[in-house]
């Protein structure tokens, strides 16, 4: 979609720019000039033009016949220093390594960003099987422990003006109806955990609990393990284990 005209021809150019590194960085691999075009809609010319310093500049990447684009290594080097530079994560990082040891399953920290939670932090098992997980992830709050553990702290009526009605499945197990998922925050707020039952990923349950130094709260840890590999024992040790980790997050956080 075309950005807004902001009044000003340099923040207009801004504002593209951004625009189109976001829909480089959601959507990986490499895209034709076209592809690009028809997505975003701006003018072929000026847009060739813009991904052409783009290249230039490292933002961007092309492939050896010039006419596909992806995102540059310099995205990367912008994304590390943002998490080499959180509070939060340097914070963090001791509880994050004790929480991995207690329960052995793949552990992350995200943050909320509009209706995605965005991976700040992983562990992963030292299990065979085990869950693929990478820093700088984005997921849709809806259907992940960790978004649902934040969309808690937030009232039913902040969350029917952040939610479409109608949500984007991921697998059949996820909630599709915002009034449904409103339901369910309501017992997350109760219990003070949220469960993904499969709503992400097939054979896999996580438990997450959102991080209240601020509230409403941005930031959640998580702990996910194959259904397989999941006990009556094990699920209430991890419980217990998320608890105390949000304590000393919690903590943690409010001395920043």
């Known amino acids: ?19 189109l590194l976001e829909y ?30 783009l290249v230039d500049l490292g933002w961007v990447e092309t492939d050896a016949t010039g006419t596909r684009y992806g995102i540059g290594v310099r995205a990367l080097l912008v994304g590390t220093s943002y998490i080499d530079g ?8 001791p509880t994050l390594d004790r929480l991995s040891d207690d329960t052995t399953e793949t552990i992350h920290l995200a943050r909320l960003d509009g209706t995605d939670v965005v991976y700040l932090a992983t562990r992963q098992s030292p299990h065979h099987l085990r869950p693929f997980a990478r820093v700088g992830r984005r997921l849709p709050a809806h259907a992940t422990s960790l978004g649902k553990a934040l969309l808690a702290t937030y009232t039913d009526e ?8 109608t949500l984007a ?33 097939l054979g896999l349950r996580c438990f997450g609990v959102a991080i209240p130094y601020r509230t409403p709260a941005r930031d959640a840890i998580s702990c996910s393990v ?16 998320l608890f105390e980790a949000r ?9 920043l």
Do not use: C, N
Request: glycine share 6%.
């Open 24 to 53: 480089f960085a959601g959507r990986p691999g490499m895209h034709s000039l076209a592809s690009v075009q028809e997505a975003i809609g701006y003018p072929k010319s000026s847009l060739y033009m813009l991904l052409r310093t």
């Open 247 to 255: 304590e000393r997050l919690t903590l943690a956080g409010r001395r």
């Open 158 to 165: 902040q969350v029917r003006a952040m939610l479409p009605p």
């Open 226 to 241: 194959p259904v397989a590999r999941l006990t009556a024992g094990h699920e209430q040790m991890i419980k217990e284990a």
């Open 86 to 93: 959180d509070e939060v994560v340097a914070a963090a990082r």
């Open 1 to 19: 979609m075309p950005a807004a005209d902001t009044g000003g021809a340099q923040v207009k150019s801004a504002v593209r720019t951004v625009e």
């Open 169 to 201: 499945p991921l697998t059949e197990h996820t909630h599709t109806d915002r009034e449904q998922l409103i339901e369910e925050l309501r017992t997350v707020r109760e219990q003070g955990y949220a469960v993904d039952r499969e709503e992400h990923t």
